[in-house]
Protein backbone atom coordinates (compact mmCIF):
# COMPACT_ATOMS: atom_id res chain seq x y z
CA UNK A 1 0.00 0.00 0.00
CA UNK A 2 1.38 3.45 -0.91
CA UNK A 3 2.53 5.61 1.54
CA UNK A 4 0.20 8.52 2.67
CA UNK A 5 2.03 12.01 1.83
CA UNK A 6 2.68 13.52 4.75
CA UNK A 7 2.82 17.61 4.67
CA UNK A 8 5.97 19.76 5.30
CA UNK A 9 5.88 20.73 8.99
CA UNK A 10 6.34 24.95 9.13
CA UNK A 11 9.80 24.36 10.20
CA UNK A 12 10.42 21.84 7.38
CA UNK A 13 9.07 24.76 5.23
CA UNK A 14 10.76 27.52 6.15
CA UNK A 15 14.50 25.51 6.07
CA UNK A 16 13.40 24.79 2.25
CA UNK A 17 13.07 28.45 1.73
CA UNK A 18 16.01 29.51 -0.77
CA UNK A 19 17.83 32.19 1.06
CA UNK A 20 17.28 30.23 4.18
CA UNK A 21 20.35 31.23 6.63
CA UNK A 22 19.29 31.32 9.95
CA UNK A 23 19.03 27.16 11.23
CA UNK A 24 20.66 28.11 14.61
CA UNK A 25 17.88 30.46 15.75
CA UNK A 26 15.47 28.16 14.01
CA UNK A 27 16.43 25.30 16.04
CA UNK A 28 16.49 27.46 19.05
CA UNK A 29 13.08 28.48 18.37
CA UNK A 30 11.69 25.28 17.94
CA UNK A 31 12.94 23.57 20.46
CA UNK A 32 11.86 26.48 23.00
CA UNK A 33 8.27 26.54 20.94
CA UNK A 34 7.62 23.11 19.21
CA UNK A 35 6.30 23.22 15.74
CA UNK A 36 2.91 24.72 16.05
CA UNK A 37 1.53 28.01 16.45
CA UNK A 38 3.70 29.54 19.18
CA UNK A 39 6.85 28.59 16.93
CA UNK A 40 4.85 31.00 14.17
CA UNK A 41 4.44 33.84 16.23
CA UNK A 42 8.01 33.38 17.78
CA UNK A 43 9.29 33.75 14.16
CA UNK A 44 7.09 36.89 13.09
CA UNK A 45 7.95 38.61 17.00
CA UNK A 46 11.83 38.01 16.13
CA UNK A 47 11.79 38.99 12.50
CA UNK A 48 13.59 35.99 11.17
CA UNK A 49 10.90 35.88 8.37
CA UNK A 50 8.13 38.75 6.94
CA UNK A 51 5.04 37.94 8.80
CA UNK A 52 3.04 36.81 5.50
CA UNK A 53 5.48 34.90 4.46
CA UNK A 54 5.18 32.46 7.75
CA UNK A 55 1.61 32.99 8.65
CA UNK A 56 1.24 31.57 5.05
CA UNK A 57 3.39 28.90 5.10
CA UNK A 58 1.18 28.11 8.73
CA UNK A 59 -1.96 27.90 7.04
CA UNK A 60 -0.99 25.76 4.21
CA UNK A 61 0.42 23.35 6.83
CA UNK A 62 -3.03 23.62 8.56
CA UNK A 63 -4.79 23.49 4.99
CA UNK A 64 -6.48 27.20 5.64
CA UNK A 65 -6.09 30.47 3.92
CA UNK A 66 -4.41 33.18 5.47
CA UNK A 67 -5.94 36.66 5.78
CA UNK A 68 -4.13 39.49 7.33
CA UNK A 69 -7.66 41.41 9.34
CA UNK A 70 -5.66 44.36 8.78
CA UNK A 71 -5.27 44.03 4.74
CA UNK A 72 -8.80 42.75 4.33
CA UNK A 73 -11.84 44.34 3.59
CA UNK A 74 -14.31 43.71 6.81
CA UNK A 75 -17.78 44.49 6.91
CA UNK A 76 -19.92 45.12 9.46
CA UNK A 77 -22.62 43.21 8.76
CA UNK A 78 -20.24 40.12 9.37
CA UNK A 79 -18.60 41.78 12.87
CA UNK A 80 -22.36 42.43 13.88
CA UNK A 81 -23.83 38.60 13.54
CA UNK A 82 -21.09 37.59 16.04
CA UNK A 83 -21.80 39.15 19.71
CA UNK A 84 -18.57 41.00 20.95
CA UNK A 85 -18.03 38.66 23.79
CA UNK A 86 -18.33 35.27 21.93
CA UNK A 87 -15.13 36.74 19.55
CA UNK A 88 -13.33 37.35 22.56
CA UNK A 89 -13.74 34.00 23.58
CA UNK A 90 -12.76 32.20 20.97
CA UNK A 91 -10.26 34.86 19.03
CA UNK A 92 -12.48 35.11 16.15
CA UNK A 93 -13.43 38.20 14.03
CA UNK A 94 -16.04 38.23 10.98
CA UNK A 95 -14.79 39.25 8.05
CA UNK A 96 -17.13 39.20 5.40
CA UNK A 97 -20.83 38.00 4.35
CA UNK A 98 -21.22 36.15 0.36
CA UNK A 99 -23.76 34.04 -0.56
CA UNK A 100 -24.93 33.39 2.82
CA UNK A 101 -21.74 32.16 3.75
CA UNK A 102 -19.70 34.14 7.02
CA UNK A 103 -16.07 34.05 6.12
CA UNK A 104 -14.63 34.31 9.49
CA UNK A 105 -10.81 34.69 10.79
CA UNK A 106 -9.84 32.39 13.45
CA UNK A 107 -6.51 31.60 15.48
CA UNK A 108 -7.28 27.71 15.51
CA UNK A 109 -9.54 27.55 11.98
CA UNK A 110 -8.84 23.78 12.34
CA UNK A 111 -10.98 23.24 15.47
CA UNK A 112 -14.27 22.22 14.02
CA UNK A 113 -15.85 22.00 17.62
CA UNK A 114 -15.48 25.93 17.38
CA UNK A 115 -16.82 27.10 13.97
CA UNK A 116 -19.24 24.54 14.22
CA UNK A 117 -20.28 26.50 17.36
CA UNK A 118 -20.01 30.01 15.72
CA UNK A 119 -22.09 28.58 12.75
CA UNK A 120 -25.30 27.74 15.25
CA UNK A 121 -24.76 31.30 16.60
CA UNK A 122 -24.80 32.92 13.37
CA UNK A 123 -27.72 30.73 12.15
CA UNK A 124 -25.51 30.72 8.61
CA UNK A 125 -22.53 28.47 6.76
CA UNK A 126 -19.12 29.60 8.77
CA UNK A 127 -15.88 29.38 5.90
CA UNK A 128 -12.36 29.61 8.41
CA UNK A 129 -9.35 30.83 7.62
CA UNK A 130 -6.42 31.53 9.32
CA UNK A 131 -5.33 34.90 11.09
CA UNK A 132 -2.60 35.97 14.07
CA UNK A 133 -4.03 35.58 17.43
CA UNK A 134 -2.57 39.38 18.34
CA UNK A 135 -3.51 40.12 14.77
CA UNK A 136 -7.47 38.99 15.32
CA UNK A 137 -7.44 40.45 19.30
CA UNK A 138 -6.71 43.91 18.20
CA UNK A 139 -8.88 43.69 15.28
CA UNK A 140 -11.86 43.10 17.80
CA UNK A 141 -10.94 46.30 19.59
CA UNK A 142 -11.03 47.90 16.71
CA UNK A 143 -14.33 46.69 14.79
CA UNK A 144 -16.15 46.54 17.59
CA UNK A 145 -15.50 49.92 19.05
CA UNK A 146 -18.24 52.26 18.82
CA UNK A 147 -19.74 56.10 19.78
CA UNK A 148 -22.37 54.14 22.03
CA UNK A 149 -19.78 52.08 23.81
CA UNK A 150 -17.04 55.06 24.51
CA UNK A 151 -20.36 57.46 25.47
CA UNK A 152 -21.04 54.74 28.27
CA UNK A 153 -17.38 54.53 29.31
CA UNK A 154 -16.96 58.35 28.71
CA UNK A 155 -20.35 59.06 31.45
CA UNK A 156 -18.81 56.40 33.83
CA UNK A 157 -15.41 58.30 34.67
CA UNK A 158 -17.33 61.92 34.25
CA UNK A 159 -19.23 60.78 37.37
CA UNK A 160 -16.22 59.45 39.49
CA UNK A 161 -13.63 62.04 41.45
CA UNK A 162 -10.77 60.14 40.35
CA UNK A 163 -9.76 62.50 37.70
CA UNK A 164 -10.17 65.78 39.03
CA UNK A 165 -6.55 65.58 39.23
CA UNK A 166 -4.31 65.57 35.92
CA UNK A 167 -1.45 63.15 38.19
CA UNK A 168 -3.96 60.64 37.47
CA UNK A 169 -3.39 60.26 33.54
CA UNK A 170 -1.92 56.60 34.26
CA UNK A 171 -5.26 55.30 35.39
CA UNK A 172 -6.42 52.12 33.94
CA UNK A 173 -9.75 53.64 33.10
CA UNK A 174 -8.66 56.62 31.58
CA UNK A 175 -6.04 54.85 29.27
CA UNK A 176 -8.53 52.12 28.44
CA UNK A 177 -10.96 54.98 27.03
CA UNK A 178 -8.35 56.99 25.25
CA UNK A 179 -7.27 53.71 23.76
CA UNK A 180 -10.96 52.71 22.56
CA UNK A 181 -11.28 56.63 21.35
CA UNK A 182 -7.82 55.90 18.72
CA UNK A 183 -9.03 52.50 17.70
CA UNK A 184 -12.62 54.14 16.95
CA UNK A 185 -10.88 56.46 14.79
CA UNK A 186 -8.79 53.89 13.28
CA UNK A 187 -12.04 52.08 12.56
CA UNK A 188 -13.78 55.31 11.16
CA UNK A 189 -10.74 55.80 8.76
CA UNK A 190 -9.75 58.77 10.42
CA UNK A 191 -6.69 60.83 9.43
CA UNK A 192 -7.08 63.29 13.01
CA UNK A 193 -8.56 63.28 16.12
CA UNK A 194 -9.63 66.69 17.20
CA UNK A 195 -9.71 66.87 21.31
CA UNK A 196 -11.42 70.18 22.18
CA UNK A 197 -12.50 72.01 25.38
CA UNK A 198 -15.90 74.29 24.69
CA UNK A 199 -17.57 76.47 27.36
CA UNK A 200 -19.70 73.39 28.93
CA UNK A 201 -18.46 70.18 27.70
CA UNK A 202 -15.38 69.33 25.74
CA UNK A 203 -15.46 67.47 22.31
CA UNK A 204 -13.97 64.64 19.79
CA UNK A 205 -13.99 65.04 16.53
CA UNK A 206 -12.22 62.93 13.64
CA UNK A 207 -11.25 64.07 10.04
CA UNK A 208 -12.63 60.93 7.87
CA UNK A 209 -12.55 61.94 4.03
CA UNK A 210 -11.65 65.16 4.70
CA UNK A 211 -14.38 65.98 6.45
CA UNK A 212 -14.62 66.89 10.71
CA UNK A 213 -17.23 64.98 11.91
CA UNK A 214 -18.11 65.76 16.18
CA UNK A 215 -17.82 61.80 17.48
CA UNK A 216 -18.07 62.51 21.32
CA UNK A 217 -18.23 65.14 23.94
CA UNK A 218 -17.13 64.38 27.76
CA UNK A 219 -17.01 66.08 30.97
CA UNK A 220 -15.09 69.20 31.06
CA UNK A 221 -13.52 67.74 34.30
CA UNK A 222 -11.76 64.84 32.40
CA UNK A 223 -9.96 67.33 29.81
CA UNK A 224 -6.69 68.42 31.63
CA UNK A 225 -6.20 64.25 32.47
CA UNK A 226 -6.92 63.53 29.03
CA UNK A 227 -4.41 66.47 27.82
CA UNK A 228 -2.00 64.81 30.27
CA UNK A 229 -2.42 61.46 29.26
CA UNK A 230 -1.65 62.46 25.75
CA UNK A 231 1.87 64.40 26.95
CA UNK A 232 2.99 61.24 28.88
CA UNK A 233 2.89 59.74 25.98
CA UNK A 234 4.57 61.57 23.96
CA UNK A 235 7.02 62.17 26.73
CA UNK A 236 6.23 66.33 27.13
CA UNK A 237 5.66 68.05 29.83
CA UNK A 238 2.70 67.43 31.29
CA UNK A 239 2.57 70.89 33.49
CA UNK A 240 3.21 73.64 30.76
CA UNK A 241 0.14 74.47 29.32
CA UNK A 242 1.11 78.35 28.57
CA UNK A 243 3.28 77.11 25.48
CA UNK A 244 2.10 74.95 22.26
CA UNK A 245 3.86 71.73 22.32
CA UNK A 246 4.68 68.82 19.66
CA UNK A 247 5.56 64.92 19.73
CA UNK A 248 5.31 61.65 18.85
CA UNK A 249 3.89 58.34 20.17
CA UNK A 250 3.59 55.02 18.93
CA UNK A 251 1.23 52.46 19.57
CA UNK A 252 1.32 48.32 19.42
CA UNK A 253 -1.61 47.21 17.28
CA UNK A 254 -1.57 43.38 16.48
CA UNK A 255 2.12 42.10 15.11
CA UNK A 256 2.91 46.42 13.88
CA UNK A 257 2.44 49.95 15.15
CA UNK A 258 0.70 52.69 14.60
CA UNK A 259 2.37 56.12 14.71
CA UNK A 260 0.71 59.17 15.79
CA UNK A 261 1.68 63.35 15.76
CA UNK A 262 0.40 65.10 18.51
CA UNK A 263 0.00 68.71 18.44
CA UNK A 264 -1.20 70.88 21.81
CA UNK A 265 -2.38 74.51 21.91
CA UNK A 266 -3.41 76.68 24.76
CA UNK A 267 -7.03 77.90 24.31
CA UNK A 268 -9.70 80.20 26.11
CA UNK A 269 -11.12 77.13 27.87
CA UNK A 270 -7.71 74.77 28.28
CA UNK A 271 -5.22 73.31 25.68
CA UNK A 272 -6.48 71.62 22.70
CA UNK A 273 -5.12 68.70 21.24
CA UNK A 274 -4.88 67.51 17.78
CA UNK A 275 -3.53 63.98 16.74
CA UNK A 276 -2.64 63.13 13.51
CA UNK A 277 -2.65 59.02 12.67
CA UNK A 278 0.73 59.24 10.43
CA UNK A 279 0.72 55.36 9.64
CA UNK A 280 0.22 51.80 10.49
CA UNK A 281 4.14 49.97 10.03
CA UNK A 282 3.45 47.56 7.39
CA UNK A 283 -0.18 47.99 7.26
CA UNK A 284 -0.60 51.04 5.30
CA UNK A 285 -0.73 49.64 1.45
CA UNK A 286 1.49 50.83 -1.38
CA UNK A 287 -1.42 52.42 -4.18
CA UNK A 288 0.73 52.15 -7.40
CA UNK A 289 0.34 54.51 -10.14
CA UNK A 290 -2.02 53.25 -11.85
CA UNK A 291 -4.61 52.64 -9.65
CA UNK A 292 -4.27 56.56 -8.19
CA UNK A 293 -6.74 56.94 -11.05
CA UNK A 294 -4.67 60.11 -12.59
CA UNK A 295 -5.80 61.38 -15.65
CA UNK A 296 -4.03 59.71 -18.73
CA UNK A 297 -2.58 63.71 -19.79
CA UNK A 298 -0.73 63.80 -16.34
CA UNK A 299 -0.08 60.20 -15.95
CA UNK A 300 2.08 59.88 -19.21
CA UNK A 301 4.18 63.24 -18.60
CA UNK A 302 4.96 61.91 -15.22
CA UNK A 303 5.92 58.52 -16.06
CA UNK A 304 8.79 60.22 -18.51
CA UNK A 305 9.83 62.67 -15.72
CA UNK A 306 10.22 60.16 -12.98
CA UNK A 307 12.29 57.97 -15.66
CA UNK A 308 14.91 60.69 -15.71
CA UNK A 309 18.51 59.86 -14.54
CA UNK A 310 18.76 63.65 -13.23
CA UNK A 311 16.87 66.41 -11.92
CA UNK A 312 14.43 67.50 -9.25
CA UNK A 313 10.43 66.46 -9.33
CA UNK A 314 8.49 68.43 -6.78
CA UNK A 315 5.20 67.38 -5.51
CA UNK A 316 3.28 70.09 -4.00
CA UNK A 317 0.30 70.50 -1.70
CA UNK A 318 -0.96 71.48 1.90
CA UNK A 319 -0.24 68.89 4.43
CA UNK A 320 -2.35 65.38 4.12
CA UNK A 321 -3.02 66.09 0.40
CA UNK A 322 -1.52 62.68 -0.53
CA UNK A 323 1.86 63.71 -1.44
CA UNK A 324 3.96 61.23 0.12
CA UNK A 325 1.41 58.62 -1.45
CA UNK A 326 2.35 60.17 -4.88
CA UNK A 327 5.86 59.90 -3.80
CA UNK A 328 6.24 56.34 -2.66
CA UNK A 329 3.78 55.07 -5.86
CA UNK A 330 6.86 56.77 -8.10
CA UNK A 331 9.80 55.17 -6.71
CA UNK A 332 7.49 51.60 -6.43
CA UNK A 333 7.99 52.15 -10.22
CA UNK A 334 11.40 52.70 -10.80
CA UNK A 335 12.81 50.92 -8.21
CA UNK A 336 14.93 48.41 -9.13
CA UNK A 337 17.76 45.88 -8.35
CA UNK A 338 20.45 47.89 -10.33
CA UNK A 339 19.01 51.59 -8.49
CA UNK A 340 20.49 52.80 -5.62
CA UNK A 341 17.23 54.84 -4.03
CA UNK A 342 17.47 56.43 -0.49
CA UNK A 343 14.85 58.33 1.21
CA UNK A 344 14.85 60.94 4.37
CA UNK A 345 11.35 60.88 5.78
CA UNK A 346 9.70 62.44 8.99
CA UNK A 347 8.44 60.01 9.79
CA UNK A 348 8.86 56.45 7.58
CA UNK A 349 5.50 55.92 6.20
CA UNK A 350 5.39 53.10 4.57
CA UNK A 351 8.65 50.35 4.66
CA UNK A 352 9.72 50.00 1.12
CA UNK A 353 11.57 46.55 -0.27
CA UNK A 354 14.80 47.14 -1.57
CA UNK A 355 15.36 51.13 -0.94
CA UNK A 356 17.36 53.08 2.23
CA UNK A 357 14.98 54.84 3.97
CA UNK A 358 15.94 57.36 6.96
CA UNK A 359 14.55 58.77 9.65
CA UNK A 360 15.12 62.70 11.05
CA UNK A 361 15.50 62.99 14.41
CA UNK A 362 15.62 66.45 15.22
CA UNK A 363 16.73 66.36 18.85
CA UNK A 364 20.14 65.37 17.94
CA UNK A 365 20.44 67.87 14.54
CA UNK A 366 20.01 64.93 12.27
CA UNK A 367 17.94 67.20 10.08
CA UNK A 368 16.75 66.75 6.69
CA UNK A 369 19.76 68.72 5.13
CA UNK A 370 22.43 66.73 7.19
CA UNK A 371 21.26 63.18 6.05
CA UNK A 372 21.20 64.63 2.50
CA UNK A 373 24.69 65.69 2.64
CA UNK A 374 25.48 62.13 4.52
CA UNK A 375 23.75 60.11 0.98
CA UNK A 376 25.66 62.19 -1.51
CA UNK A 377 28.54 60.09 -0.48
CA UNK A 378 26.33 56.78 -0.52
CA UNK A 379 26.27 56.75 -4.25
CA UNK A 380 22.92 57.06 -4.68
CA UNK A 381 20.93 57.27 -7.91
CA UNK A 382 17.21 58.34 -6.59
CA UNK A 383 17.18 60.29 -3.16
CA UNK A 384 13.72 60.82 -2.10
CA UNK A 385 13.64 64.14 0.23
CA UNK A 386 10.63 64.53 2.42
CA UNK A 387 10.29 68.03 2.64
CA UNK A 388 12.65 70.83 1.67
CA UNK A 389 11.80 73.02 4.31
CA UNK A 390 15.24 75.56 4.22
CA UNK A 391 17.52 77.02 2.38
CA UNK A 392 20.15 74.95 3.07
CA UNK A 393 18.27 71.41 2.01
CA UNK A 394 16.99 73.22 -0.74
CA UNK A 395 20.68 74.08 -2.11
CA UNK A 396 21.69 70.69 -1.65
CA UNK A 397 19.15 69.47 -3.42
CA UNK A 398 19.54 71.65 -6.42
CA UNK A 399 23.44 71.05 -6.27
CA UNK A 400 22.53 66.74 -6.72
CA UNK A 401 20.09 67.57 -9.57
CA UNK A 402 22.91 69.15 -11.38
CA UNK A 403 25.53 66.45 -10.77
CA UNK A 404 23.46 63.52 -11.79
CA UNK A 405 21.20 62.59 -9.54
CA UNK A 406 17.08 62.20 -9.76
CA UNK A 407 15.48 63.82 -6.63
CA UNK A 408 12.16 63.86 -5.61
CA UNK A 409 10.92 66.23 -2.79
CA UNK A 410 7.64 68.15 -1.54
CA UNK A 411 6.80 71.71 -0.93
CA UNK A 412 3.87 73.35 0.85
CA UNK A 413 2.78 75.56 -2.37
CA UNK A 414 -1.17 76.38 -3.81
CA UNK A 415 -0.14 75.85 -7.44
CA UNK A 416 2.51 73.73 -9.47
CA UNK A 417 4.00 76.85 -10.64
CA UNK A 418 4.03 78.70 -7.12
CA UNK A 419 6.97 75.88 -6.25
CA UNK A 420 9.42 77.16 -8.59
CA UNK A 421 8.63 80.89 -6.77
CA UNK A 422 8.66 79.63 -3.22
CA UNK A 423 12.59 77.97 -4.22
CA UNK A 424 13.61 81.77 -5.52
CA UNK A 425 11.52 82.99 -1.79
CA UNK A 426 13.68 80.48 0.10
CA UNK A 427 17.20 82.04 -1.32
CA UNK A 428 17.98 79.23 -4.12
CA UNK A 429 19.43 81.49 -7.13
CA UNK A 430 17.28 81.41 -9.97
CA UNK A 431 20.18 80.02 -12.21
CA UNK A 432 20.63 77.04 -9.73
CA UNK A 433 16.59 76.51 -9.83
CA UNK A 434 16.14 77.44 -13.97
CA UNK A 435 18.42 73.91 -15.13
CA UNK A 436 17.68 71.56 -11.69
CA UNK A 437 14.13 71.15 -11.42
CA UNK A 438 12.47 69.26 -14.32
CA UNK A 439 8.66 69.23 -13.35
CA UNK A 440 6.62 69.96 -10.42
CA UNK A 441 2.75 68.16 -9.92
CA UNK A 442 0.30 69.77 -7.90
CA UNK A 443 -2.26 68.02 -6.09
CA UNK A 444 -5.29 67.88 -3.91
CA UNK A 445 -7.78 65.63 -2.25
CA UNK A 446 -11.48 65.22 -2.95
CA UNK A 447 -13.64 63.30 -1.01
CA UNK A 448 -15.09 60.44 -3.01
CA UNK A 449 -18.57 59.60 -3.55
CA UNK A 450 -19.80 56.53 -1.86
CA UNK A 451 -20.27 53.89 -4.07
CA UNK A 452 -23.12 51.88 -1.92
CA UNK A 453 -25.43 54.51 -2.37
CA UNK A 454 -24.29 56.49 -5.48
CA UNK A 455 -27.29 57.63 -7.75
CA UNK A 456 -27.46 59.91 -11.28
CA UNK A 457 -28.85 63.28 -11.71
CA UNK A 458 -28.81 66.23 -13.73
CA UNK A 459 -27.78 69.41 -12.38
CA UNK A 460 -29.17 72.50 -13.41
CA UNK A 461 -28.84 74.42 -16.28
CA UNK A 462 -27.11 77.32 -14.72
CA UNK A 463 -24.34 74.81 -13.14
CA UNK A 464 -23.43 73.40 -16.36
CA UNK A 465 -22.93 77.10 -18.29
CA UNK A 466 -20.74 78.11 -14.69
CA UNK A 467 -18.47 75.13 -15.00
CA UNK A 468 -18.36 73.55 -18.67
CA UNK A 469 -19.24 76.74 -21.07
CA UNK A 470 -16.63 75.51 -22.96
CA UNK A 471 -17.19 72.36 -23.81
CA UNK A 472 -20.41 72.81 -24.86
CA UNK A 473 -21.77 70.38 -22.14
CA UNK A 474 -25.83 70.27 -21.55
CA UNK A 475 -27.84 67.21 -20.54
CA UNK A 476 -25.12 65.30 -18.45
CA UNK A 477 -25.90 63.18 -15.55
CA UNK A 478 -23.63 63.88 -12.67
CA UNK A 479 -23.55 61.90 -9.32
CA UNK A 480 -23.96 61.76 -5.48
CA UNK A 481 -24.05 60.02 -2.70
CA UNK A 482 -27.45 59.82 -0.98
CA UNK A 483 -26.25 58.67 2.15
CA UNK A 484 -26.31 55.43 3.81
CA UNK A 485 -24.83 53.15 6.69
CA UNK A 486 -21.07 52.45 4.89
CA UNK A 487 -20.71 56.37 4.75
CA UNK A 488 -21.98 57.52 8.06
CA UNK A 489 -24.67 59.37 6.27
CA UNK A 490 -22.49 61.65 4.28
CA UNK A 491 -22.67 60.40 0.92
CA UNK A 492 -18.55 60.13 0.79
CA UNK A 493 -16.16 57.23 1.55
CA UNK A 494 -12.94 57.50 0.99
CA UNK A 495 -10.96 60.00 -1.07
CA UNK A 496 -9.95 60.77 -5.33
CA UNK A 497 -7.05 62.97 -5.83
CA UNK A 498 -7.02 65.35 -8.82
CA UNK A 499 -3.80 67.14 -10.15
CA UNK A 500 -1.91 70.02 -11.97
CA UNK A 501 1.16 69.53 -13.72
CA UNK A 502 4.03 71.68 -15.17
CA UNK A 503 6.99 70.22 -17.18
CA UNK A 504 9.96 72.69 -17.79
CA UNK A 505 10.67 73.39 -20.93
CA UNK A 506 13.27 75.84 -22.31
CA UNK A 507 10.83 78.46 -22.25
CA UNK A 508 10.24 77.91 -19.13
CA UNK A 509 13.75 77.97 -17.87
CA UNK A 510 14.34 81.05 -19.39
CA UNK A 511 11.42 82.41 -17.72
CA UNK A 512 12.63 81.48 -14.38
CA UNK A 513 16.01 82.73 -14.99
CA UNK A 514 14.93 86.13 -15.58
CA UNK A 515 12.53 85.55 -12.00
CA UNK A 516 9.23 85.61 -14.19
CA UNK A 517 5.56 85.65 -12.24
CA UNK A 518 4.26 82.57 -11.90
CA UNK A 519 1.82 83.48 -14.27
CA UNK A 520 3.87 83.95 -16.74
CA UNK A 521 5.42 80.40 -16.05
CA UNK A 522 1.97 78.97 -16.13
CA UNK A 523 0.93 80.54 -19.40
CA UNK A 524 4.48 79.02 -20.63
CA UNK A 525 3.26 75.97 -19.17
CA UNK A 526 -0.21 75.88 -21.48
CA UNK A 527 1.30 75.96 -24.60
CA UNK A 528 2.65 72.45 -23.76
CA UNK A 529 -0.83 71.10 -22.55
CA UNK A 530 -0.87 72.13 -18.51
CA UNK A 531 -4.38 72.42 -17.09
CA UNK A 532 -4.97 73.72 -13.96
CA UNK A 533 -6.41 71.21 -11.08
CA UNK A 534 -10.04 73.04 -11.16
CA UNK A 535 -9.95 71.52 -14.92
CA UNK A 536 -8.85 67.84 -13.50
CA UNK A 537 -10.94 68.30 -11.08
CA UNK A 538 -13.83 69.04 -12.65
CA UNK A 539 -12.88 65.95 -15.54
CA UNK A 540 -13.41 63.91 -11.90
CA UNK A 541 -16.30 65.22 -11.26
CA UNK A 542 -17.96 64.24 -14.90
CA UNK A 543 -16.61 60.62 -14.46
CA UNK A 544 -18.58 60.34 -11.32
CA UNK A 545 -15.88 60.31 -8.84
CA UNK A 546 -16.93 63.38 -6.87
CA UNK A 547 -18.97 66.65 -6.88
CA UNK A 548 -19.06 69.72 -7.54
CA UNK A 549 -19.42 70.83 -4.15
CA UNK A 550 -16.11 68.97 -3.50
CA UNK A 551 -14.20 70.89 -6.28
CA UNK A 552 -15.35 74.38 -4.92
CA UNK A 553 -14.13 73.34 -1.60
CA UNK A 554 -10.68 72.88 -2.65
CA UNK A 555 -9.78 74.79 -5.69
CA UNK A 556 -10.26 78.77 -6.80
CA UNK A 557 -11.40 80.12 -9.90
CA UNK A 558 -8.09 81.99 -10.14
CA UNK A 559 -6.10 78.58 -10.22
CA UNK A 560 -7.76 77.75 -13.91
CA UNK A 561 -6.37 80.32 -15.80
Not at 52 to 78: H, K, N, W
Not at 232 to 254: K, T, V, W
Not at 276 to 297: C, F, V, Y
Not at 436 to 442: E, K, Y
Request: aromatic share 8%; with cysteine.
Amino acid sequence: MAKLLRKPSLAEQIRALPRFDFEIELAALEQKHGDGLALLEALVESRLIAKDTACRFYADFLGFTYVDPFASLITQEAVSVVPIEIAKKVNMIGLYIIDGVLTAAFAQPEDDAIVKRISLIVQMPVSPVFALPRDITDSILIQYSSEKSLEETLVELGVSTVFDHPERADSESLIKVFDDIIYYAIRERATDIHIEPQEEQCRVRFRTDGLLREVLSYSRKLHRSFIARLKILCSLDIAESRFPQDGRFSMPLGTSNVNFRVSTLPAHYGEKAVVRILAMGGMKSMITLDKMMMSQTILAPFRRLIKNPNGIIFVTGPTGSGKTTTLYSALHEINKPDINISTIEDPIEIQLDGITQTQVNAPIDLNFAAVLRALLRQDPDVILVGEIRDLETAKIAAEAALTGHIVFATLHTNTAAQAIIRLIEIGVESYMVAPSVIGVLAQRLAARICENCKEPYYPPREVMQKYFLDEGLTDVPFFRGRGCGACRGTGYKGRVAFHELVVITEEIRTLITNKASVREITAAAAKVGYKSMRYDGLKKVLLGLTTIEEIEAHTSFEWAT
